[in-house]
């Protein structure tokens, strides 16, 4: 079991600076998700935690041991790739028991540590089986137990769900999570995908052009999103923004939107003729007749359990998700309401929460 310790690194790729005064520190038993679009860093931090890419700056520890300069193979840790990186000519058997045959285990150990992971697993059928003979999930099970069966005290994952189908990934999301809370092994995994950080991690690393824009639990950065940039990537509807200015308005702040006023909270410190942007996700919209905001109706998407209303606002594209049966008709408005604690407020200069 172990820790993962970043302390003000940074990375230069020659004479490119990508990555800057990274500094957190990842908890025994925990599961982190390094969340961010492409290029803003994370597969190379996981690279560098990893052994496979050198750290330029600053101290990189796991378990309290400083690893900056030491071979991977030292470092006690398992990753799992996003092309799982089986060998091909091998059967599931001998690839998972690759690594421990390359450390001379002795063969008991071995076909122990191989068999206990395939049980674990689902994969005992599969044994003698070659990659190709495997569906994509089952070989992305293989990778895993190539992980498994090193103990490592750490495992990294690159994205390890970006080849499979959106069904199959809700299914291996869920896989990796029961895995994890079973063995409790350290776990960082690198993806893009919102929603597997959102259901997978315990803490989530928000990054932003080689800097980390907010850490926090899933609630943490849905319910209170640092910055209009976090606000934007997390949540599965695109979340609205209105651009405006605060007034008061019958002693309370609210903020004079092209779309109507926006009531906000009380207690929150802006002051009079700040430029703010309301952030409003469309869950927290509701059809209101005596609403403030308005926009046009352009058309329903029906979704099952649901609808998600698409309308133009002054300033774009304006969504609310509504009753299944709700009908409207195109280019009609629509008045909305928004709970002024629902309001996410970010200062239109810095972009940053109010
Ligand atoms: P993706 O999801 O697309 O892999 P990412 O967030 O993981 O994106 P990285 O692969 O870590 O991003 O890349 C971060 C930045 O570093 C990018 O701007 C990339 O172009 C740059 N970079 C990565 N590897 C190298 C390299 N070997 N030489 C030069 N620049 C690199």
């Known amino acids: 079991m172990a820790t993962v310790e ?41 690279r560098m935690t990893a052994g496979l890419e050198s750290v330029t700056q600053g101290d990189l520890l796991i378990s309290g041991r400083r690893v900056n300069d030491m071979h991977p193979r030292d470092r006690d840790i398992a990753m799992v790739f996003q092309n799982y990186a089986l060998y091909p000519t091998m059967k599931v058997y001998e690839n998972i028991a690759f690594s421990l045959e390359v450390a001379k285990q002795p063969p008991a150990e071995i076909k122990r540590r191989v068999e206990h992971a395939a049980e674990i697993l689902n994969l005992t059928p599969y044994l003698q089986r070659y990659p190709k003979e495997l569906s994509g999930g089952q070989r992305q099970r293989v990778a895993m137990g190539r992980a498994m069966v090193r103990e490592a005290a ?103 939107t092209k779309a109507g006023l926006i009531r906000l909270e009380p207690s929150l410190k802006v002051s009079t003729g700040q430029r703010v942007i309301c952030g409003v996700r469309p869950t927290d919209v509701m059809v209101d007749p005596q609403g403030s905001i308005v926009a046009r109706s352009l058309l329903i998407e029906r979704m099952g359990h649901e609808a998600q209303l698409c309308c133009e606002g002054p300033e774009g594209q304006f969504l609310a998700i509504v009753d299944k049966s709700t009908h409207f008709d195109e ?17 239109a200069t810095t972009e940053n929460r109010v």
């Open 154 to 256: 750490v495992f990294l994952f690159d994205e390890p769900l970006s080849n499979l189908d959106a069904k199959l990934r809700a299914h291996m999301r869920t896989e990796i999570r029961q895995l994890h809370n079973r063995l409790k092994t350290t776990t960082i995994y690198v993806t893009h995908d919102q929603i597997e950080a959102m259901t997978m991690a315990d803490k989530i690393v928000v990054m932003r052009a080689g800097k980390i824009e907010q850490m926090g639990t899933p609630d943490d950065v849905y319910d209170r999103p640092a910055s209009k940039y976090v606000a934007d990537f997390i949540g599965s509807s695109a979340i609205n923004f209105l651009t405006g200015v605060v007034v008061a308005d019958r002693g309370a702040p609210a903020a004079e």
């Open 6 to 46: 970043y302390q003000r690194i940074g990375k230069s790729f020659g004479a490119f600076n990508i990555m800057r005064d990274i500094s957190f520190q990842i908890e025994d038993h925990q599961f982190v998700v390094l969340l961010g679009p492409s290029g803003c860093g994370k597969t190379t931090l996981l």
């Open 331 to 347: 280019r009609t408005d629509v008045r909305f309401s928004i709970a002024p604690e629902k309001v996410h407020v970010f200062d």
